[in-house]
């Protein structure tokens, strides 16, 4: 029997959303695995956390340590290496939050597991479980085996495994003495360094002309800013704009960027990364202005130009100017 | 401070047209470019960047076919003191797992105080081999760092977090660190550095020289294994608006009126 933990993640005293969706995908893999279903949850002060996670999963273990207040990768791969090494076989749950980045691969080399990160979906066939995940810049799907390993680890895409509460009778808390203890951890945290703010707000603008690599290295930047105001609307941008230092960081739409959700969000030269889609909130008209046919963007936009950014772009700021007459 | 910098030499998919290969288990990377994976072309910049601060040495290693010689010597024009190229053919197909295990095993026995690659790289998107390579050689590690200072015997960094929060951690030396992109702005490599390096001599190392055993990495060594690729279904899509960019345009600018896009 397979069983399947479900590591739990919080920050300030409060589960993360990414705890709940890697519930639902375990909740899916023991039933199709035939096995128990385990939380972990490391914490300095397991009150009311646990309660609500027992009240969704049939067993939360707990394990109380100050030095899980914050998260901490190498105190959580040391203590996680503790509990599970004669769990086997067992799958390990979490999502593919930066921070779980940081302990995945370590502590999937600590268990000797097999390791799958950023899994957007799962099939068992004949008790063997593969994961799906993308690959080439997210530009292609790809089927995942774990050579019939007996532990294996998965991360999860976050947004890929939408919670829905499970009912039922609460399940059972159980706490286990911290493996790590008497253990000064290598890595300590020192604070939280806030978002830079700036002077425009992209989260709160209906109209959004957006920037991506395709403008190139050395861009015009006047001429996105002159279509920017002819739509009356704010410049944002993807990751690579605020790599380049072409737009400050408080442009940028995305995951690691600023959620926003505008009325039309025009996409230029973006290709349409997930972390950069998974900042567009509500249901804007996303327009999309791409060379590349295949580019993913498209499949979110309800209207797309497959064409050179610097042609479209001049000829669309002058048909926007005329039919404002 | 001694730093050694692992680069991956990876397709450019971000623009081309993807096929995929017979059997579906890969694309079709013959007719691609292929260049260092741009999360590492920071990497190599930042460590160039400490050793110019704080003095030392730093050592670029890449577990990469034949070609990806132009990408180690490129490395070295950027001011790396030092390259090394692991290949066998024994390597190819070799899962994130293998490929840290072959860099432990060349890593095992050099000095170092910080290794540094860059999160994840474009073509696998997995970001696994930094965290491996760490815990194989015992050292902490951290991800999608984004700005790395020196204490005595420690490091402090500023880590990514998501929706714009960062987070200040300490950590202990040696270390491994996983950079994120735009930590730096990578230098204009000039024709002048690149004639310098151009007969630097750039080892290759083998399976065998590394002490390895040909189980232990390609898809033997691996602990996954893609079964088969595809190109993600097509869904509903965009409604693609054609005719040149003139025509394009001038309906475009009218579905925008029509829709609000113009305030
Ligand atoms: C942990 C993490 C967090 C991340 N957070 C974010 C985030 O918050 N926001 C974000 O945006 N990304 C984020 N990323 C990066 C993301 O994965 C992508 O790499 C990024 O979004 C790609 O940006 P892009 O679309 O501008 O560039 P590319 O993917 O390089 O796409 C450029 C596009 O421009 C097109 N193009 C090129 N030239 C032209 C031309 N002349 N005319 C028309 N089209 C052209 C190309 O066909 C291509 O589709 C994150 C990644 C990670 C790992």
């Known amino acids: ?325 | 401070m001694d730093i050694i910098v692992c680069v991956k030499w990876v397709p450019d998919t971000s623009e081309a047209d993807l096929a995929i290969a017979g059997g579906a288990k890969d694309i079709k990377k013959d007719d691609l470019d292929h260049d260092i994976n741009d999360w590492d072309r920071f990497a190599v910049e930042e460590a160039v960047q400490i050793k110019e601060k704080v003095g030392g040495k730093v050592t670029v290693v890449s577990v990469a076919p034949e070609d990806a010689e132009e990408m180690l010597r490129e490395s070295l024009a950027r001011g790396a003191d030092e390259a090394f190229h692991l290949w066998d053919d024994a390597f190819e197909g070799s899962d994130g797992y293998a490929v840290a295990t072959i860099l432990a095993k060349f890593i095992k026995d050099r000095p170092f105080d910080l290794i540094l690659t860059g999160t994840l790289a474009d073509d696998d998107c997995s970001g696994q081999v930094g965290g491996m390579l760490a815990a194989m050689l015992g050292v902490p590690n951290a991800v999608l760092v984004s700005s790395i200072e020196f204490l005595d015997r420690k490091v402090k960094f500023k880590k990514e977090l998501e929706g714009g929060l960062y987070e200040a951690v300490e950590m202990d030396l040696p270390a491994q660190l996983s950079v994120a992109t735009g930590l730096n702005e990578p230098r204009f490599v000039s024709i002048r550095a690149v004639r310098k390096v151009a007969s630097a001599e750039i080892p290759v190392i083998d399976c065998g020289e590394l002490g390895l055993d040909e189980s232990q990495v390609g898809p033997q060594g691996s602990k996954i294994q893609v079964e088969e690729v595809a190109m993600p279904p097509e869904g509903e899509g965009a409604e693609i608006i054609g005719g040149g960019a003139e025509e394009a345009a001038g309906r475009l600018a009218e579905i925008l009126k029509e829709k609000g896009g113009i305030g």
């Open chain 1, 1 to 325: 029997m397979t069983r399947i933990f479900v590591l739990a993640e919080h920050r300030l005293q409060k589960l993360r959303d990414a705890t709940w969706e890697a519930l639902e995908a375990g909740r899916k893999l023991a039933a199709d695995l035939g096995g128990e279903l385990n939380c972990i949850l490391l914490t300095d002060n397991a009150a009311g956390m646990a309660d609500e996670l027992a009240k969704e999963c049939p067993k939360v273990l707990v394990v109380e340590d100050p030095k899980f207040e914050t998260f901490n990768s190498d105190s959580a791969m040391k203590a996680l290496a503790a509990i599970l090494s004669d769990k086997a076989p067992f799958m390990l749950v979490m999502g593919n939050s930066n921070s779980m980045m940081d302990l995945a691969p370590g502590l999937a080399v600590a268990l000797d597991a097999a390791l799958a990160t950023d899994c957007f979906a799962f099939e068992v066939k004949d008790g063997r479980p593969a994961a799906f995940r993308q690959m080439y810049n997210y530009k292609v799907n790809a089927k995942v085996s774990f050579k019939g390993a007996e532990k294996i680890v998965v991360t999860l895409r976050g947004g890929a495994f939408p919670f829905s509460s499970g009912g039922g009778a609460a399940g059972a808390v159980e706490k286990i003495a911290s493996p790590v203890a008497d253990e000064a951890p290598r890595k300590r945290f020192l604070n939280y360094v806030e978002a830079e703010k700036g002077d425009v707000d992209i989260a709160s603008a209906d109209i959004i002309v957006s920037l991506g690599r395709g403008i190139g290295d050395e861009p015009d930047m006047e001429i996105f800013e002159s279509l920017a105001d002819a739509m009356g609307g704010v410049l944002a941008c993807s990751r690579p704009i605020v790599d380049k230092n072409l737009l400050p960081k408080y442009h940028q739409v995305g995951t690691s960027g600023v959620e926003v959700k505008p009325k039309v969000y025009l996409a230029l030269g973006i290709s349409g990364a997930f972390q950069h889609v998974g900042g567009i909130k509500g249901a804007p008209l996303i327009v999309a202005v791409n060379k590349d046919a295949k580019a993913p963007i498209f499949r979110v936009a309800q209207y797309g130009i497959v064409g050179d950014l610097n042609e479209v772009v001049p000829a669309l700021e002058e048909k926007i100017k005329d039919l404002k007459g």
